[in-house]
Each structure stands twice: as C-alpha cells, then as structure tokens.
C-alpha cells in the first residue's frame, strides 16, 4: 500500500517507479529479492504469485467492507483508494502537442491527463499545470509537444492504499491529483482533491439532514 513520487522529466518512456513496471518475477518464495532480475526470463511462478497478490488484496478489501459497513467513511481509520478514486481517465501520447492536450481537456471536461510514452504511463498533467505553463512559456507554446517539456512531479498508488494516507502526501508535495496503478502498471483511476471534497461535503449533508 505504497504511496510513491515519481521526480519531474521529460515523457520518455516509463516514469513509473519500478514496483509498478510490467516485469517478470524469478523465486518468489521470499519477499524481497534475492537475485537480479531478467526481464526477458519467464517463470511458471510469475502467473500463480500475481494471481495470489490479487488475490489477497481483494480479500482484504471484501473483509474491510463487511467491518466498516456501518461507519462514516471519513471516519475509517483505513480508507482504500479505490473506494473514492474516479474510474474515468484520459490519456495521449507524449507526442501530442499542448494545444490538443488542452483541446481534449476541454472536450471531455477533464483536468487531468495520463500521459503515455510507446504505451507505458509517462507523467500526469493537470490543467491547472499546463495554464500555467502556458503563461510562462507564451511564444509557440501551444505548438510544443509533450516530449519536449519536464513534466511535473506526480504521485502514484494502488487501489489498496489508504486514502488518509495519501492525502497528507498530496499536500506535503503540493500536489492535488494522484494516478492510481494496478498490480499490472495499469492505471485505473485518478484522485483528486475534489475527490476528497467530496467525501467530506457528502459527509456534511448527512449531518445536516440529521
């Protein structure tokens, strides 16, 4: 249930950190690793431990709901992320220029994109952000590709993080999104900090109809 920062850069392939690349696993009878990893090596013991990380992590959450079924959720002293993350993400190629970028924001009403480098995640980008940047970089600046501008920092989970946890990390980083990744490097869902307003605003109206 990491919570991980991924340093400002440039869309160049993969800014995933590595726990959450798509790679092969060699002895999995221990939990930290004992040997170097072969990305080109696979093992029959891949697929089963996989299946059994899954596995657990969606027992646990099944476990959690059925305990916290009758609490408030802000309240929870565990909140997992997939329980107030949006499902609904954007995403095009580092190739893109800003100006689509800013078009397909526009078009879907979304704030943020996944921004992705031969199809692996290589930054988020809010539109927050890419205002901003616009302002600072004014000539030809809607003509620049993502590729060549340092994207901002971003902040990566799984589904199963605690949601309470995160949101002191975004704040720490000053950040107001954050992109949730499967066990398979996939993303899945972003959390924003409207996310959270509303959790806590539908909180509030429970309260006041009481």
Same mark, same amino acid.
């Given at each position: 249930?990491?919570? @991980?920062?991924?340093?400002?850069?440039?869309?160049?392939?993969?800014? +995933?950190?590595?726990? @959450?690349?798509? $790679? $092969?696993?060699?002895?999995? &009878?221990?939990?930290? #690793?004992?040997?170097?990893? %072969?990305?080109?090596? !696979? %093992?029959?013991?891949?697929?089963? @431990?996989?299946?059994? *990380?899954?596995?657990?992590?969606? $027992?646990?959450? #099944?476990?959690?709901?059925? *305990?916290?079924?009758? #609490?408030?959720?802000?309240?929870?002293?565990?909140?997992?992320?997939?329980?107030?993350?949006?499902?609904?993400?954007?995403?095009?190629?580092? !190739? *893109? !220029?800003?100006?689509?970028?800013?078009?397909?924001?526009?078009?879907? &009403?979304?704030?943020?994109?996944?921004?992705? *480098? %031969?199809?692996?995640?290589?930054?988020?980008?809010?539109?927050?952000? +890419?205002?901003?940047?616009?302002? #600072?970089?004014?000539?030809?600046?809607?003509?620049?590709?993502?590729?060549?501008i340092e994207l901002p920092a971003f902040l990566t989970a799984s589904p199963e993080t605690d949601a309470h946890q995160?949101?002191? +990390?975004?704040?720490?980083?000053?950040?107001?999104?954050?992109?949730?990744?499967?066990?398979?490097?996939?993303?899945?869902?972003?959390?924003? !900090?409207?996310?959270?307003? $509303?959790?806590?605003?539908?909180?509030?109206?429970?309260?006041?109809?009481?």
């Amino acid at each position: 249930m990491s919570i @991980f920062v991924s340093e400002p850069g440039r869309p160049l392939g993969t800014r +995933l950190p590595e726990v @959450f690349r798509r $790679r $092969r696993v060699g002895d999995v &009878s221990e939990l930290t #690793e004992n040997q170097a990893i %072969d990305p080109g090596h !696979s %093992d029959a013991t891949d697929a089963e @431990f996989q299946l059994a *990380a899954q596995s657990g992590r969606h $027992r646990a959450l #099944e476990e959690y709901g059925a *305990a916290a079924a009758g #609490e408030r959720k802000d309240q929870r002293p565990y909140l997992p992320l997939s329980s107030i993350c949006s499902p609904v993400l954007y995403s095009l190629p580092a !190739s *893109a !220029s800003v100006a689509e970028a800013m078009t397909m924001m526009d078009e879907r &009403s979304a704030n943020h994109l996944v921004v992705t *480098a %031969d199809r692996y995640v290589a930054g988020l980008v809010g539109r927050q952000w +890419l205002l901003a940047w616009l302002h #600072e970089h004014q000539a030809n600046a809607l003509d620049q590709t993502l590729t060549h501008i340092e994207l901002p920092a971003f902040l990566t989970a799984s589904p199963e993080t605690d949601a309470h946890q995160l949101a002191r +990390l975004m704040l720490a980083h000053q950040l107001n999104a954050a992109l949730v990744v499967d066990i398979q490097g996939e993303p899945v869902g972003v959390v924003t !900090s409207t996310d959270y307003l $509303r959790l806590y605003a539908s909180v509030g109206g429970h309260q006041g109809s009481v």
